[in-house]
């Protein structure tokens, strides 16, 4: 019976997953946890003072051997890198592992130099109990790093208020979504 | 559900595409033109199809091209088919996005949106009257699928499944790859019976053979009695169908190895030739596992948690699934706990004693490995003179002219009285590390002077947490009359058979030897006995990924204190 409920369950998806919705886009106010991560060169980083330091960030949720969202988003973040003129603004973009037993720095390191990440985007790992605040904070929680879900944090630098994109954007929707938040 | 495209899609697609021809134009023109695909022999195109499928790279050698989500552009080489569509071509389902099968037994048929892993001749049987929602590929169809994202029934695929720029040549080598991915079930697969085998070494004793073999036999008779039921009525419909014809019985081999370890490989190879199986379940060594891990390698063959303490430690294999890295992760710990440490002075000059044994060689080359993977300078290792040789003024000498203020001891308990000489060096003693694995037992009898300054690597759940795990593996020990708990050979064999149980549900009817691993790389994590989470993903080897630091309480009768976090960076 469980098989069926699955099957049912898969076909379900599929069918979802043939006409995506569009993204949804919510603003909310999350309360960044006060604890430290570890980035991809093994350096402890406050994340409190990371986040809430007025620069310009965007976070995502991502793990070093998913299947299919993470590379999408990490597409997304490679792309919106290239396109950013040199000179112009800075935005640090922050890739947060939801599989900290597995994303050592060395397995980071390794992610972002597949990306051809260039400075400005950092994977953070941490202890497990540390990422599910994290993700908790965001309301961005999930139990299984499998079921996770396509998830794009922009922080708009003036109010501190946090954009909240459900779904996967294309690069001209990344980019415009950057300029609304005035990021660009 | 199939939709039509809209009146300049293909433009809008070919546009970015475009771009990413022209941005690679230089670096193309500096590349040796691929020969066409007509002149290369099969196997050629194998080689090259493969690397396009798990890599992302043309057979030009320059990264595949592509376009995800409407117009990201993606580099062959951040990822690729292999990333979705796992090794074996079965797909993924992940994020609420199911990637569809790749593989030639499915490609080469219809798809159906009910009941899709039906057969035809079942289909007919049942007379299912549905039509497809696709029908077979063709070279022609497929090809178009993969530079538009179009199926032949109409049906676009997600924008997460990437467009791909590829000339004629190179999609005809991706094709003969997708031709031969997955095509005949593997062997082992014989009637209605999968076939498995598992390895015990000739150093194993008795009882730890029968630790092991005990739960997966009571497993497979376990398993082989389900098919009792299918007469039932949930069976007979067409779910019911679907669902027990993903059934096989199983079938255990006991494969003994004899002699030395390098006569190992050629004994396995006979072993499989005569007597070919779908995987090896669990397998039990006291020594180095790695003779066995290279004929699984050689032979393209899934070994299943193996009991050992050994592994052999790769980044890139595939075909074994430990639980962990064995003695090499409690060194990798040991690093890690001491550069984290608050306290710099006590990662100010590390010194390692190393036993000349399999055990101690590992523990020393985990932490070598990862105290350089953490910035640190080399270190200086010393080996240990033979078991018990070295008192409290030997290990005194040594200290006195290394002064370190950490010493890794990789050895047995044979060194308890020598500690002593950790606390005779001026107003800070010297801090140890000790191995819980290799102290087995003998762990809590530390000599209480000592046990302030002595941390210990402790690879398992704590203690005392670790009873109501344990006891779930009680379940598969009918049968089994002498108990060794401490060994954890059952309770190790029974997390074996639960991820085993899972990997068989979900691999279905695909009875292909890449696809069992990838099924396995794609289960949630696993609180199962012994370890403190069994943790996977595709690729990811080495289940449990850390280890505790503890130190021994005080008292006569003392207990393990845990000092650290379970400790994975």
């Known amino acids: 019976m469980r098989r069926i409920s699955m099957a049912l369950g898969m076909t379900a998806v599929v069918l979802s997953a043939q006409a995506p919705p569009p993204y949804t886009r919510t603003l909310e106010t999350y309360t960044v946890p006060d604890l430290v991560l570890v980035n991809q060169d093994g350096a402890k980083v406050k994340l409190k003072g990371l986040l809430d330091s007025g620069e310009p960030i965007i976070l995502d949720f991502i793990f070093g051997t998913c299947t299919t969202i993470c590379p999408v988003l990490s597409a997304g973040y490679a792309n919106l890198q290239a396109k950013l003129p040199p000179g112009g603004p800075k935005i640090h973009l922050v890739s947060i592992s939801i599989d900290p037993e597995n994303d050592t720095p060395k397995v980071m390191r390794d992610y972002l130099k597949r990306y051809r990440a260039k400075p400005g985007w950092d994977f953070f790992t941490g202890r497990r109990e540390d990422i599910d605040k994290v993700m908790n904070a965001f309301n961005a929680y999930i139990p299984n790093k499998m079921s996770h879900y396509p998830l794009t944090l922009i922080r708009d630098p003036k109010t501190g208020k946090w954009i909240r994109i459900f779904g996967l954007m294309s690069s001209s929707e990344f980019m415009a979504e950057c300029k609304k938040a005035g990021l660009l | 559900m199939s939709s039509r495209p809209e009146p300049g899609a293909f433009r809008r697609l070919l546009a970015p595409l475009l771009g990413v021809l022209l941005l690679a134009t230089p670096a193309l023109a500096q590349v040796k033109p691929a020969p066409a695909a007509a002149e290369l022999t099969s196997e050629q195109k194998l080689v090259l199809g493969e690397r396009m499928y798990r890599q992302g790279i043309l057979p030009s050698g320059e990264p595949m091209s592509s376009i995800v989500s409407g117009d990201v552009q993606v580099a062959g080489t951040s990822f690729s088919c292999v990333s979705c569509h796992l090794r074996g071509g079965l797909g993924s389902w992940e994020g609420g996005i199911v990637t569809l099968p790749t593989n030639a037994a499915r490609l080469s048929i219809p798809r159906y949106w009910k009941f899709p892993n039906l057969s035809l001749e079942e289909r007919k049987e049942l007379k299912l009257q549905n039509p497809p929602a696709r029908p077979a590929y063709t070279d022609a169809t497929l090809a178009h699928l993969i530079r538009t994202g179009r199926d032949p029934g109409g049906t676009d695929m997600h924008p997460v499944m990437p467009r791909y720029y590829l000339s004629d040549p190179d999609m005809a080598i991706l094709l003969h790859y997708l031709a031969n991915l997955s095509a005949r079930h593997s062997p082992g697969v014989i009637g209605d019976t999968l076939h498995f085998a598992t390895v015990i070494t000739p150093e194993v004793s008795v009882d730890d053979q029968q630790a092991m073999l005990v739960p997966i036999n009571n497993y497979v008779k376990r398993h082989n009695q389900f098919s009792a039921g299918f007469g039932n009525r949930m069976y007979l419909g067409v779910g019911g169908n679907e669902m027990s014809g993903a059934y096989r019985k199983m079938a255990l081999s006991v494969w003994r190895l004899q002699g030395a370890p390098d006569t190992w490989g050629r004994q396995l190879e006979a072993f499989l030739a005569k007597d070919p199986v779908f995987a090896m379940l669990g397998g039990i060594s006291y020594g180095d596992w790695k003779p066995v891990h290279d ?275």
């Open chain 2, 295 to 569: 004929f699984c390698e050689r032979s393209q063959l899934p070994c299943l948690f193996p009991i050992t303490d050994l592994p052999a430690v790769s980044d890139t294999d595939w075909y074994t699934q430990y639980f962990s890295k064995g003695y090499y992760q409690e060194g990798q710990a040991a690093a890690r706990y001491l550069n984290g440490l608050d306290n710099p002075a006590a990662a100010r000059k590390v010194l390692q004693l190393v036993q000349d044994t399999p055990q101690g060689r590992a523990l020393a080359q985990g932490f070598r490995e990862a105290w350089a993977e953490l910035g640190q300078p080399p270190i200086k290792e010393l080996p240990l003179p033979r078991e018990g040789a070295l008192d409290a003024s030997g290990l005194a000498a040594i200290l006195d002219q290394e002064k370190p203020s950490t010493v890794l001891l990789w050895t047995g308990d044979s060194i308890y009285p020598a500690l002593d000489a950790l606390l005779r060096k001026g107003p800070t003693p010297v801090n140890g590390f000790l191995s819980a694995r290799l102290l087995g037992a003998q762990v809590t009898s530390l000599p209480e002077q000592v046990r302030a300054h002595v941390w210990i690597t402790y690879p398992y759940r704590e203690p005392h947490l670790e009873p109501k795990f344990s006891a779930y593996a009680d379940t598969l020990l009918a049968g089994l009359t002498k108990r060794h708990p401490e060994t954890r050979v059952s309770t190790r064999t029974y997390a074996m058979v639960q991820v085993l149980r899972q990997a068989l549900m979900d691999m279905d009817r695909h009875f292909y030897r890449d696809n069992l691993l990838d099924r396995i790389g794609m289960q949630r994590d696993q609180i199962l006995p012994d370890y403190l989470r069994l943790s996977f993903g595709p690729g990811q080897r080495y289940a449990s990924k850390g280890c505790y630091i503890m130190q021994v309480g005080p008292g006569a009768t003392p207990v393990l204190v845990r000092k650290s976090e379970w400790v994975i960076h």
